[in-house]
């Protein structure tokens, strides 16, 4: 038990900086692949240096009705950049960044775009 409350503890810190959609599954999505932590804490950061000052970010977890995949966190990231322009400092930050994280966090871990 006492690696469920360490990993709890971690949590916290690592999704203060997001909006959580279903707030109670994304945690308890965070508590069953640990892995995405470091991610989660570094991205504001990573995306800031591409995109600039974003809004809030958003964490929304998606689960397939088919299969047996146990879901993906989406990292939402708000813009009012021009399509064009918000697909190409995307793709900067998933081919830099993002294609750095070990694939089982990649695995676990997206990112998209969110228009305001």
Do not use: N
Not at 62 to 78: K, M, N, T
């Amino acid at each position: 038990m006492a690696t469920r409350a360490s990993t709890a503890t971690l949590t916290a810190p690592a999704l203060a900086a997001y909006d959580l959609r279903e707030a109670a599954a994304i945690r308890a999505f965070v508590e069953r692949h640990p892995e995405v932590l470091d991610a989660l804490a570094e991205a504001p950061a990573r995306i800031a240096a591409i995109f600039g000052e974003v809004g809030r970010l958003q964490l929304e977890l998606f689960v397939s009705e088919e299969g047996d995949h146990a879901g993906q966190l989406f990292i939402l990231i708000p813009t009012t950049l021009a399509v064009s322009a918000a697909s190409d400092s995307l793709s900067e930050l998933d081919g830099g960044w993002y294609s750095a994280l070990a694939a089982d966090t990649r695995s676990h871990l997206c990112l998209d775009l969110e228009f305001a």
